[in-house]
């Protein structure tokens, strides 16, 4: 049954609400409550049934079939809504606005909230080592504006781009932007690929005016604030929450940072494994010993956005040095941040005014620290003061009670001493329930029932139970009231008893609802110090990366780098750190990377699995993490900063355009070479080899002319094409390298050693036996292979001797040897020599 399709006018009230909200959200699921069940009707609940394999049911709602349903209960709505939104779906909550009980007509219900997987705020589904972005791509014609904010945080960063669609998906992709907001006239092809790379779309075309302005009041661009307002107005109606803990706007500039693209960032697996897609094994998994969620955020970060200003980095190195030498204050303060939770995340829940007690105990123990935190800064000249927040602790302190529930409806939420009026109620309710305890004493003296119990149940409040063997026992006096037989005892209420059960009781409302509002006062309080916690945040994830960079410096052996600006690179021994990791200990072997300022490619070859592609990583990794302030694998490492990275190393990842492998690897390379500049660094691993041999190796060699003659930048390549090391003879600026590998009666060793000159055999087949092909097939490939070998010298003489050369060419040749000819130091028999093989040329 289709909702456009059934005939409104007999729909029952509540289904004709339900529809017209459908109406205005035809992108959403709609969650819509009823009682303790969130609904779906129509398709919503047919789609929804089949993705979360719920049980599709019906509802009369007027028509003569029933509409179809299905239900989850409200109590763990959360898991439902969290697989819906993992399964891409946008999800509207419907709440009802009034008590059903006390309503008049139909429960007055509305959207309360719009979760999408960009806005999703509930800690449990959220990677608290991640950020979650959601954009806004505004298209100003010329380019693009793209905004983006995490809106657990606050923080929002926005970015003007230029007009190239492959370049603003590949963008959106290496940021994770979990959703983008986009106006409905926005570039189709543009559309199409963010549609095929998975990124959920919502077209909003409104601007939120006058609102959370100091978010951008100081920017004077106004595409960007224009973008800004664009993704503020989706969120304010999908949130319907306060978002003042939007921090200022952070306005991304290219030329501020290391450019890499996605390709680079994946190739060499810096925030993920490239083949499992998984944190482990990637350099953010190596360096990440941060204490904090949100240092661990910052790392991601400052992997993500390495430095180009040679102060800054410097900077970082002097703290992690200083925190190396002081390594009693760095244990200590390593220490203190342990004990620091999630300030930036605890920050926006209490503005959207959804923390409970745990959380401001989280925040109170937070701050706690922060006195012998500061006290660590100073003594290692991290000059970034931060202001202790004395008063909101003690507030804290005072007032919330130390083991509250989740709930801020069952009470349990503030400490004794902070309100004379809770306390009093507080006394009085314990007064009661001390009644209560005497009474059941007193009551079996009275009526001698040794077993006579006083309980409580939510229904009939306190009750008197006496067994059935001892009924006889109570008499009319006593003023038992009969309210309740059970098989073997029998239930009574006296009006004393009843008398205190409303004292406690309403006590006990009034406890809880005033515990309630004192607690949310206490937040709103919490409230004013927001943008003070997220100045504290920043400076304790900043230290938190930088004590995780001392800690792994420390821990792996990792070496200052010297940052220069004579382009030259001088790194001894050095090491790719992950695969040192993953390795055993002594293992890995060190190989220097050595180009002096003369040197601008160096020509790798060597077999496969020799470690051309580990060499050059290496190199690139070190690059990055010298220019995010961390220490480096290497016994000694000068480095220049680069501006940007490009790579092709390993498979070609074909994100969204479906391109062949070979294209996909020819628009990397053509990407290097059109944006490249004297100070990047290119990383071609086999480059051509997709390809037919003669096509691959022309096109490398084109490459490397060109890089080597304009472009005059860094770079590693490194080949199979054995031809290509000719090169050296007249490019000045390259250099061979070779992966060195021993055979010994077939069988092949690596050595992983980088030395100096190439190599002219492949081992393709020794590596092929290492692999384990059956012998046979080995063995015939190794015959096949000296029928080309023969075949091939058999072909280069053949060309050499009967090719005939034409008179052009002979007349050219002698030519050349006439002019060679010294005449005035020959003796008259060499010069009849000489006419004489002339004659024979030109025949
Ligand atoms: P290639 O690119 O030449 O085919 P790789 O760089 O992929 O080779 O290296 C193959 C394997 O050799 C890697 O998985 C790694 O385990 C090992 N390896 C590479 N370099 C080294 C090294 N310097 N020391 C020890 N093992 C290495």
Redesign the pocket.
Known sequence: MKRNEVDRSKLSPMMRHYVELKDKHEDTIILYRLGDFYEMFFEDAEVVAHALELTLTGKSAGLEERVPMCGIPHHASEVYIDKLIKKGFKVAICEQLEDPKTAKGIVKRDIVEVISSGTITNSNSLNEKENNYIGNLYDFEYGFVLTYCDITTGEIYAEVLERNIDDIVYKILSLEIKELVISSNADKILISKIKSAKVPITYSDEILNNEYESIYNKVKDTRIVTSIKLLLYYLSVTQKRNLSHFQEVIIKKRESYLEMDIHTKRNLELTECLRTKERTYSLLWLLDNTKTAMGSRKLKNYIENPLIDINKINARYNIVEKLLEDFITADELRDNLYEVYDLERLCGRISFGSANAKDLLQLKASLKVLPSIKEKLEKIKFYKNINTLDNLYNLLEKSIYEEPPNSLKEGFLIKEGYSNELDELKTLSKGGKDFISSFETLERERTGIKNLKVGFNKVFGYYIEVSKGNLSLITEDMGYIRKQTLANCERFITPLLKEKEDLILSAEDKIINLEYSLFTEIRDKCKEYIKELQRISKVISEIDVLESFAFVSEKYNYTRPNITSTNEIKITSS??PV??K??KSG?????DIIMDKNTDILLIT?????????????LGIISIMAQIGCFVPAKEATLPIFDKIFTRIGASDDLVSGESTFMVEMMEASRAIRFATPNSLILF??LGRGTATFDGMSLAEAILEYVANKIKCKTLF?THYHELTDMEKTLPNLKNKH?SAVEENGVLT?L???KDGSVDKSYGINVAKLAGLPDEVIERASAILKVYENNEKKKDTIIQTSLPLNFEEKKSIAEEEIKKIDILNITPIEAINILSKLKEKVK
Not at 587 to 591: H, L
Not at 609 to 617: F, I
């Open positions: 090491r790719h695969v040192e993953v390795l293992e890995y072997v060190p190989n060597g077999p496969n699995m020799a470690g051309k592609s580990t060499y050059m990583r290496q691993d086999e490194s992966v690596f992983h050693k980088v």
